[in-house]
């Protein structure tokens, strides 16, 4: 890591710090179509992205940009309203640096939700999927470059890069709250369009359920700094080839809201657990 990546850091956390001084230990990132969710934060402190040093603002729709902070049944969370992806255009410190300021500010739980396409027929719209492992088929880490010691290693383990401990709850809590909950593999591509048929075809072929253009590279930087990760996926659509319908990222939010309501009563389930 660069000096200026450093000092980029440093003036992130002090920002945040200046306005939320305890910052939660859990954050939940929110995927496409999921910012209501944030809406049920109670006592919540908003900073809008473009207000925090080494945060970039999304270009997307559906990813309104604020870092939330406030308290969900009974425990303090914080909530990211969207996130920024490698295809808007940003490289790997500008998707690396908000996930180190969490670090630095003390998180010790990234919880990851994003808007996913189904590789399987049983993976239909509106299912929630657990995800256990990943395969970044995308070439995209953001990683590389010199690495920063006081984060982690220079080659770093990737055993559990979905926590079991984390995953065990939300399998828990799902059953708790009566929301059906898949299991599978997410596989990342770089994107914006979305996969042809024929790259389904061999996803699949390499253990893929879920396909999607985020969580990866967010995963990575978080178990290289030592941050447990869990992550959701609500599958919005069948990928395609699995269904002949064109894919929208119109039809994409309005079914990631349609599914939200399961998703937000299982995270409610789960943070009691925590």
Same mark, same amino acid.
């Given at each position: 890591? #660069?000096?200026?990546?450093?000092?980029?850091i440093?003036?992130?956390v002090?920002?945040?710090?200046?306005?939320i001084p305890?910052? @939660?230990k859990?954050?939940?990132v929110?995927?496409? !179509?999921?910012g209501?969710f944030?809406?049920?934060?109670?006592?919540?402190? #908003?900073?809008?992205?473009g207000?925090?040093?080494?945060f970039?603002?999304?270009?997307?729709?559906g990813?309104?940009?604020?870092l939330?902070?406030?308290e969900m &049944? !009974?425990q303090?969370?914080a909530?990211?309203q969207?996130?920024?992806h490698a295809y808007? $255009?940003?490289?790997?410190?500008? =998707?690396a640096? @908000?996930?180190?300021i969490l670090?630095?500010?003390g998180? *010790?739980?990234?919880i990851?939700?994003?808007?996913a396409?189904?590789?399987?027929l049983e993976?239909?719209?509106g299912?929630?999927?657990?995800?256990?492992?990943?395969i970044n088929f995308?070439q995209?880490?953001?990683?590389i470059?010199?690495?920063?010691?006081?984060? !982690?290693?220079?080659?770093p383990?990737m055993?559990?890069?979905?926590?079991?401990i984390l995953r065990?709850? +939300?399998?828990?809590?799902a059953q708790?709250?009566g929301?059906p909950l898949k299991?599978g593999v997410?596989v990342?591509a =770089? $994107?914006p369009?979305?996969?042809?048929?024929? &790259?389904?075809?061999m996803?699949?072929?390499l253990?893929?359920?879920?396909?999607g253009?985020?969580?990866? @590279? *967010?995963?990575?930087?978080?178990?290289?700094?030592?941050?447990?990760?869990?992550?959701i996926?609500?599958?919005?659509n069948?990928?395609? $080839?699995?269904s002949s319908?064109?894919? #929208?990222?119109?039809? #994409?939010?309005?079914?990631a809201e349609?599914? !939200?309501? $399961? +998703?937000e009563? +299982? +995270?409610r389930?789960?943070l009691?657990k925590l």
């Amino acid at each position: 890591m #660069t000096q200026d990546s450093s000092a980029l850091i440093a003036s992130g956390v002090a920002a945040v710090q200046a306005r939320i001084p305890d910052f @939660p230990k859990t954050v939940i990132v929110l995927g496409s !179509g999921l910012g209501r969710f944030a809406a049920a934060v109670s006592g919540a402190t #908003t900073i809008p992205f473009g207000e925090i040093p080494g945060f970039s603002k999304s270009t997307v729709v559906g990813h309104s940009g604020n870092l939330i902070a406030g308290e969900m &049944e !009974g425990q303090r969370i914080a909530v990211m309203q969207g996130r920024i992806h490698a295809y808007e $255009g940003h490289g790997g410190a500008a =998707i690396a640096n @908000p996930i180190r300021i969490l670090k630095r500010l003390g998180i *010790e739980r990234l919880i990851l939700t994003n808007a996913a396409g189904g590789l399987r027929l049983e993976m239909a719209p509106g299912s929630l999927v657990l995800i256990e492992d990943h395969i970044n088929f995308s070439q995209f880490n953001p990683l590389i470059g010199p690495n920063d010691d006081s984060f !982690g290693p220079r080659f770093p383990d990737m055993t559990d890069p979905y926590d079991r401990i984390l995953r065990a709850k +939300l399998e828990q809590a799902a059953q708790e709250a009566g929301v059906p909950l898949k299991k599978g593999v997410y596989v990342f591509a =770089i $994107g914006p369009n979305f996969e042809t048929a024929a &790259e389904i075809r061999m996803y699949g072929k390499l253990g893929a359920d879920i396909v999607g253009m985020s969580t990866v @590279p *967010e995963c990575l930087v978080a178990r290289h700094c030592g941050i447990k990760v869990a992550g959701i996926s609500i599958v919005t659509n069948h990928a395609t $080839g699995i269904s002949s319908e064109p894919l #929208t990222h119109a039809d #994409t939010l309005a079914n990631a809201e349609r599914a !939200g309501q $399961g +998703l937000e009563q +299982l +995270l409610r389930t789960f943070l009691r657990k925590l």
